[in-house]
Structure formats: C-alpha cells, structure tokens
C-alpha cells in the first residue's frame, strides 16, 4: 500500500497505525508560533472500534489500509458464520461473530449490506438504515386503537425485539431504523 | 461552503468584513505616523528558520538559474528598509508558508507586519493590544511570561525542569506515539496541546520572554540568570495571533544564529539554506533599535467575524485556486 504523509490525512482515509486499520476521523495541523508543527489526528480503530487522538509530527507517514467498503447481498448464516456474495462477481464471503457484532439483529436473506473489506477478509458488516422485518411474537393488538396509546415489545424474525405501536399484530412486517433500533412504521406485508 | 469548484468559499458579509478590517487598520497606523511600505513578495534569499518551508519560484526568464523564494514573511526587507532610515512602518503583505494547512492556516494569508524603531517587546506589546481593540472592540489584557503560562497550566518550570522531565509528562498526558525530539519539541508539545488550550479562556493574552533558544531574530536577555528571547506571542481566545520581537540589531550574533539554524537543518536531513548577505549587510550599517511584530489578518478577521475555519473568510483557500 502507498504510504500518506499528515498533509494528505483526510476523514475517511484509512491506514494502519499500530498493526490496526484505522479511519482517520479528524486531521488537526497545530504549530506553535516558530516552533515544532504537529498533526492532532482522531482516528477510529476499525477492528476495535475505539477512537484515538495521536501527535504527529507533521511530514511523518503512515501506510494505507488495504480496507474497502463494498454493498453485498446477505445469503446465509451456517450458526457459526454469515456469508455475503458480491453482486458483480458472485464471489462470497464469510464474516465471523466479530465482524457481523450486533448487525446480525437486523439482516436477513438477501438484503444488502455494506461490508467492509480488510486485506480481503470482512472486518465488519453494516445493516441498511431501514429493514423491513416480520413480527414473530407479540402480545395481541388492540383492535381500533390506531393512533394514539403506548407502545409493547415485539420480536422480529431475525431475533431483535423493538418497541412498536399496541395495534400492531404477529405476521405483520415493519419498518425498523437499525441505528436506533426504532419502529418507523408498518410496511406491506411481504 | 459552497460546492461549485468557481465559487469563493466566503461571502460577501465576509468580503465586507475583510475591506473593513484593512480600512481600520490604516486609519490606526495612519494616525500614529506610521508609514505603510510595500517589498517584494519574490526574494534572491530566504529564510533558514529550521521550522518554517517556503515556496520557491523555479521557472520563468526573469529567474534565471537562480530560484526565487516567496517570501515566508516580508521581515528583512523591511529591516533593510528600517536600516535604510525609514521611521516607524507597517505593511499589510502576501506571505507563504509551505505544507501549513488547516482550520487556521492556509499556506498563503496575509500578514499585518510592522516596526516601531524606539520600542521594546513590552511596549509594542501594548500597541499590539490597542491595535486589536482598535479592530474587535475594546478589551481587557494581560501578560503572562511563559515561565509564568508553563507554571500554571503544566505545573512545570519550562527553564529548569530536565528535558526528560518534560518529555514525561507531555507522554503522561497525550498520546503521542511514537514521537521523539530535542527540548524544544517537548516544550512545543506542551505549549500547543497544554498551554494554548488553558490560554483559550483567558481572552486576549501576550507570552513573552521565550527559551533563548527559540530567539529566531529576538535579541535575548538575562531574567533571575536564566537567558530569555525577547519575544512575545499574542493569543485572544486561544487563537495565535500575533509574534513580536524586540529586534537583534547586532550582524555576528544574527550571522551565528542563521548558520545554527543550517545546522539544525542538516541534523533533521534538510537542505540548508543560503543566508541573506543583504540583510546582514543592513544590520552592519545599523538597524535602529527597534521592535516588529507580525499579526495575522485572515485569523483577525475570523474573530471580529466569529468564523472557526480560515476557509470561511479566505475568498479562495488554497483547495479553490
């Protein structure tokens, strides 16, 4: 991979730091009137997920990350992994329990989704914003009361369970925010 | 900011701004007297400051075999102009600076410089002050020594303590990987990422009297036996300013230094730099005891318009020329 000097450091330019492919976040030059000149760089460690501020002095390099974000399709989950294929070439593959984290809440057969490639191998998974999910168990709904009122637990068919309006009944299909984890609103049944 | 790659990255209540922040600052010098002067932008000569890079022109018939640089600030032409029996003057100059680029530089901006022949570090400070109010509105100041600003932000004597000392806790408090350095790189890390910040709530605040070896072209003195830089730095809000300093007038201590500063360049893997024999020149026949100092118009114009990014009130930053 090329190496990038701190001039080139942008937000989203991805590079390894400490044997970790890392996203920078922030690029801060700081020089004190004559002196020294220094890089101030937030960066989010894509394997761990934690966000770092690191000094630099400025002009020093660091090499890039082979990392890339590609849209797959979600095929399946043997249990153990979840295989995605990339629509173009049809080539599949696996993420483990680490990259999938919470993602596996919100995916089902053959959505799309962003995973984020690291020397190849899949070092996280991203839902869509929105998913439409089907309602496995809720307690029964209200009938009439379609506006107003509280809301209960419903599980979806993925195992994630939201809270949703009392009117809403088990077989229905909803629209969820998978950053929020939210009901949005009934969508038609599939 | 605007999108299309044609359009200033500024507005026209930001254009205003800026015509009116160069008419104040002309009515403030012209009403002391002081005489606004112009110098080349391209010079035979630059700096050796191992710190700052400039920009070199290269190419063209007027240039020769010989590059030209842009100047990084137009100090000694206008110490050559001083020496030369000018008076007190200023000028409002184009200045550039290579590889500096953020929310507050642009690797050209404009710089407010001038020269008070008379004045020391002390008193062009105050003129400093009465020119910023003069621009934002009056204020209050003060001035702390950096001992002073080390001491209570850091809990450190900048002076005395060991530089392992201060490498300590510049690596105790920031994440710095794995950066390396001389005593001056410890105290800047601190100065930048500890005093600054402690600096940014106290309103419009002067350092003075740096490390004698951060001298650049200050001459330097002796406080409590510690030698000190005259020199002063001007922060309101913890922005950096202004730098000033109470001149070197003598050539063989600022022939010494500029070969120092060669030195330090070779120790890092740079090129030195020719030294510019015309100034040394003009300080032989006598530069007039003086203070300068230069004052950053574009960071100016971000506090008197509230801007947090010098892209806001440039009307093309670098990325848009």
Sequence with gaps: ?190 | MADSPWEPGTSVRLLRARAALLAAIRRFFASRGVLEVETPLLCRRGITDPAIEPLMVTGGASIGAQPRYLQTSPEYAMKRLLAAGSGPIYQLARAFRDGEAGRRHNPEFSLLEWYRPGMDHHQLMAEVAELVCHCLGSRPWQAFSYREVFLQSVAIDPFTASTAALREIARDRFDLGALEGGRDLWLDVLLSHAVEPWLGSRGLCFVYDYPASQAALARTALRDGIEVAERFELYVDGVELANGYHELTDPAEQRRRFERDNQVRQRRGAAPRPIDERLLAALAVGLPDCAGVALGVDRLLMLASGESDIRRVLGFAWDRC
């Excluded at chain 1, 460690?45 to 390099?61: A, D, M, Y």
């Excluded at chain 1, 890039?64 to 049809?90: C, H, I, K, N, Q």
């Design chain 1, 1 to 190: 991979m090329a190496n990038f000097s701190t001039n080139e450091f942008r937000s989203g330019l991805k590079v390894m730091l400490d044997g970790d492919p890392c996203s920078i976040l922030e690029n801060e030059f700081v020089k004190p009137g004559k002196g020294q000149a220094f890089n101030r760089v937030r960066l989010r460690n894509l394997k761990t997920g934690r966000v770092w501020e690191r000094t630099f002095k400025s002009g020093e390099t660091l090499e890039g990350a082979d990392v890339v974000d590609r849209s797959m399709e979600y095929l399946y989950s043997d249990g153990e992994f979840w295989y995605f294929m990339e629509p173009d070439t049809f080539e599949q593959h696996q993420a483990d329990a680490k990259a999938m984290g919470d993602s596996y809440l919100w995916v089902k057969e053959q959505d799309s989704c962003e995973v984020t490639l690291y020397n190849g191998t899949p070092l996280s998974v991203a839902p869509a914003n929105f998913v439409e999910l089907e309602i496995v168990e809720t307690d029964p709904g209200l009938k009439g009361d379609t506006a107003q009122g509280g809301s209960k637990p419903a599980r979806l068919s993925t195992g994630a369970v939201v809270k949703v309006p009392l009117f809403i009944t088990t077989g229905e299909v909803v629209r969820v925010d998978t950053r929020t984890g939210e009901y949005q609103n009934r969508a038609s049944k599939s």
